[in-house]
């Protein structure tokens, strides 16, 4: 069984729109003709190369390459020329779809060939250059078991209502836009496809298109909210806003919660290695925390959550020992739908636990707060510093929108404490605010504002361009 098996499905169930970008639909019958016309030109390829934006040639390409028996290997059409040709060289004998082509893969005969599905599902089915924020990209193999493990732990079959459809923004190199993908078209909801990101574009279109369900990255989050300003969203028909790929802040949450008050919110943690979300946030939890007078119950709104079905979440020490609630370490996961597995490499380790290099925490009902990556972690004078902590008091200051807390090379602390931040206000009043509620080594030694933060296209943080930014002008000072 291979992933086709989900588009199969949908063809066979009743006949509902699948996919839409633009002024285009396809039904799923229509969509399975062309991935079998499309498998018949991927097959004898060693991957199909995937360089487009969201465009209905992506899912026609996804299940093409899945019935070939071949990898789908959706690239970052950003990145530069030479970065993209360094990719490619490191699949020779690939199928490249650049954007010119992906309109060929639409243009299908009525009397398409048919190909046979392959039924290994220990076949690597997509490989997924992983963002890269901390280390050089690396490429995350999922396997079709897997993506499967997924899809059939968190949905059932057919179960959307009809008209329901869920609008995607997010990129095809994203896990997120592949899961969605793959979930909705199982729940049998549309899919509808934007390929540019713009605030007041994504509600019309929300309001267009009838939009029940939609994910968004944090960034995307913030600037609707911001779009919004005071007003409520006008979007009856959207029941379900997911967000995740990156550390929301709670201001921007609150926001969001008051100007979609007829909607349920999910926060949804994942990896690329993961096969998307192993912890989410449900509905009843925001709106519990949200209005709870309870701190404990009340800081969950900073949380991603408890685990999905059939995933295990452990926090260990340095040493590999499991913590107990409210003790901080790394955040490992267990699962089906985990791969943990890079081209080159093994899977995850013998036992099936993940690393995650995450570093969290637990709280006695099991829900996972995390704090940031292992390695942003901050050593300053012996004492690690999590960034997250020092950032989610920056952002309550007045006029602070975005907060990013690094740690740049110091001669007698190690590392000292550099918060740059986007929005307003005065530096030394923004380190007075910090000092008021953090102990003094926890207080920048330096605020800087800056008009953006370096970030990907999903929304996490480019911390190793930050601190190259900030450390090469002193350097340069000192020489």
């Not at 001669?411 to 000092?435: N, S």
């Not at 509620?437 to 361009?465: H, I, M, N, W, Y």
Request: glycine share 10%; proline share 6%.
């Amino acid at each position: 069984m291979n992933i086709a098996v989900i588009l199969e499905m949908a063809a066979s169930a009743e006949d509902r729109p699948a996919v839409t970008e633009g002024d285009r639909t396809l039904s799923a019958a229509e969509l399975q003709r062309l991935a079998h016309h499309a498998a018949g030109r991927f097959r004898g390829r060693s991957a199909v190369l995937y360089l487009g934006a969201n465009h209905l040639a992506y899912p026609v390409a996804l299940f093409g390459s899945a019935l070939a028996g071949v990898p789908f290997v959706p690239l970052n059409y950003r990145l530069s020329d030479q970065q993209l040709a360094a990719l490619i060289e490191r699949h020779p004998g690939a199928e490249v779809l650049n954007p010119s082509d992906v309109d060929g893969l639409l243009a299908v005969a009525d009397d398409a060939e048919w190909s046979p599905t392959t039924q290994d599902q220990d076949a690597v089915a997509v490989i997924l250059y992983t963002s890269g924020t901390t280390a050089a990209p690396k490429a995350a193999l999922l396997r079709h078991r897997h993506l499967l493990a997924y899809v059939f732990n968190t949905q059932d079959f057919g179960a959307a209502e009809p008209g329901d459809a869920s609008l995607v923004a997010l990129p095809p190199y994203h896990v997120a836009g592949l899961m969605n993908l793959l979930t909705n078209l199982y729940a049998g909801r549309r899919v509808v496809y934007q390929s540019v990101f713009q605030a007041s574009h994504w509600l019309a279109t929300v309001r267009r298109e009838g939009v029940s369900h939609a994910m968004v990255v944090p960034t995307m989050l913030a600037r609707v909210t911001e779009e919004l300003g005071d007003a409520r969203a006008d979007v009856p028909t959207l029941r379900n806003l997911a967000y995740g790929g990156a550390r929301c802040p709670i201001p921007v949450v609150e926001r969001a919660l008051r100007q979609f008050p007829d909607t349920g919110f999910v926060n949804a943690y994942g990896l690329t290695e993961t096969a998307s979300s192993v912890c989410v946030l449900g509905p009843d939890d925001h709106w519990r925390a949200f209005a709870s007078e309870d701190p404990a119950v009340r800081a969950r709104l900073g949380s991603v959550g408890r685990p999905l079905p059939g995933v295990e979440v452990e926090v260990r020490d340095d040493d590999g020992t499991p913590l107990g609630p409210g003790e901080t370490g790394l955040v490992f996961v267990r699962g089906a739908q985990i791969s943990g597995e890079y081209e080159g490499t093994g899977e995850a380790g013998g036992d099936g636990w993940f690393a995650t290099r995450d570093r969290g925490s637990l709280d006695q009902e099991g829900y996972l707060f995390l704090e940031g990556r292992a390695d942003d972690t901050i050593i300053r004078g012996g004492e690690n510093i999590a960034p997250a902590e020092i950032e989610d008091i920056l952002l309550q200051y007045p006029g602070v929108r975005e907060a990013a807390v690094l740690g740049l090379p110091d001669p007698e602390w190690g590392q000292r404490l550099v918060a740059v931040l986007v929005g307003t206000g005065d530096p030394e009043e923004v380190r007075a605010f910090a000092k008021e509620r953090l102990r003094s080594s926890k207080t920048p030694d330096t605020v800087v504002f800056r008009t953006e933060l370096p970030r990907t296209a999903t929304g996490k943080l480019l911390r190793r361009t930050l601190v190259a930014e900030l450390v090469e002008p002193e350097e340069t000072h000192r020489a």
